[in-house]
């Protein structure tokens, strides 16, 4: 397998080397996903993809920039592709990731977050940087299991009178209508809770706020 195939990259804009990393679905088979992020005239691309029995792929080599976080931000970061590593994980959003593909995952993250020294807490969903436009990696994907391996965060419980929005704006999330940010914030860390925000919210997003969060 040639390693690197996909035409679509650049140069990381201002020389910055990644420090952050990206997590997607693909939505579409792994074999669908492989040409789509391999054809010049897609014009996406990531830095790895991670079918259901666990292959990881190479697509473009992490010192350049790949096209697929598109429009968004993080920690007040904008053009995150400059910013970012991208791993699409084979999946269409309805399902639980296979088991052989998350532990592929974790190996994976394991090598990136030591090879550019990036924090656990600096491994976000595409949902999480795009909430108005992007769901993924979706309800299904296991963020806690990450965190159990030090790979991405779990909130515990911190004060439940904090205001939600100074919250998560301070771990990260940006601007946006709050039913938008309020959903996005579920879909990672409270992906059955439904209504509107409620005490666990606010105290789940204070605790990630405190410890992850910006000053």
């Given at each position: ?6 035409p679509?990259f650049?140069e990381?804009?201002g020389g910055?080397?990644p420090?952050l990393?990206?997590?997607h ?8 996903a ?16 991670i079918?259901?029995t666990?292959m ?11 096209w697929?976080?598109?429009a968004?931000?993080?920690a007040?970061l904008?053009?995150i592709n ?12 309805s399902?639980p ?12 993250l394991t090598?990136?977050l030591a090879?550019?020294?990036?924090a ?5 969903g ?7 436009r992007?769901?993924?990696?979706g ?7 990450l ?5 991405s965060?779990w909130?515990?419980l911190g ?15 940006p601007?946006?209508p ?24 606010r105290?789940?997003?204070?605790h990630?706020a405190?410890e992850?969060g910006q000053?």
């Amino acid at each position: 397998m040639t390693p690197f195939p996909s035409p679509n990259f650049g140069e990381r804009r201002g020389g910055v080397s990644p420090s952050l990393v990206v997590i997607h679905y693909t939505a579409i088979s792994c074999d669908e996903a492989r040409a789509r992020l391999c054809d010049p005239t897609a014009e996406v691309s990531a830095h790895w993809l991670i079918s259901e029995t666990g292959m990881a792929e190479a697509l473009v080599d992490e010192r350049h920039r790949a096209w697929h976080a598109g429009a968004g931000a993080w920690a007040g970061l904008e053009d995150i592709n400059s910013h970012s590593i991208g791993i699409e994980l084979a999946n269409d959003g309805s399902q639980p990731f296979a088991e052989p593909q998350m532990a592929a995952l974790e190996t994976l993250l394991t090598a990136i977050l030591a090879r550019w020294s990036i924090a656990p807490h600096r491994v976000i969903g595409h949902s999480d940087m795009a909430p108005q436009r992007k769901s993924d990696p979706g309800r299904h994907f296991d963020w806690r299991r990450l965190a159990r391996q030090g790979l991405s965060v779990w909130p515990g419980l911190g004060d439940p009178t904090a205001p939600l929005a100074t919250s998560l704006t301070r771990f990260g999330y940006p601007d946006a209508p709050a039913d938008i940010r309020l959903a996005a914030f579920r879909l990672r860390f409270r992906p059955w809770a439904t209504g509107p925000e409620d005490a666990t919210d606010r105290a789940l997003a204070q605790h990630l706020a405190q410890e992850f969060g910006q000053a």
